[in-house]
């Protein structure tokens, strides 16, 4: 678990602020409620932070354009683990109806 501070101390670049306005816009959802001192990060919150760091910082998109690209990337990301529940269940399938879903692919 990670806090505010710590976060910010992994990017030479970022200031609370600006991490802070992620947070409120939705850009990032830490646990804890109330004010910035009660937020924790986790891993896949460290993770994100990075990919709008690099979106904003490195690859200098527009601000009102990441909204876009957080919500693209998030169905894709849905989409895959879909995708992974449907192979699970086509893998748990007879062998004959796993040919027929194959031919029909």
Not at 4 to 31: H, K, M, N, Q, Y
Not at 67 to 91: C, F, K, T, W
């Amino acid at each position: 678990m990670i806090s505010v501070t710590s976060v910010v101390a992994l990017f030479t670049d970022l200031g609370e602020a600006e991490l802070i306005t992620w947070v409120e816009r939705g850009w990032v959802c830490p646990d804890g409620v109330g004010s910035e001192a009660a937020w924790v990060f986790h891993d896949i919150d460290i993770a994100r932070i990075r990919l709008i760091h690099d979106l904003s910082h490195r690859m200098e998109l527009e601000e009102d354009a990441i909204p876009l690209v957080l919500s693209l990337l998030d169905q894709i990301h849905a989409l895959r683990g879909q995708l992974r529940s449907v192979l699970r269940a086509i893998e748990g399938q007879p062998e004959d109806v796993r040919k027929v879903i194959l031919a029909a692919l």
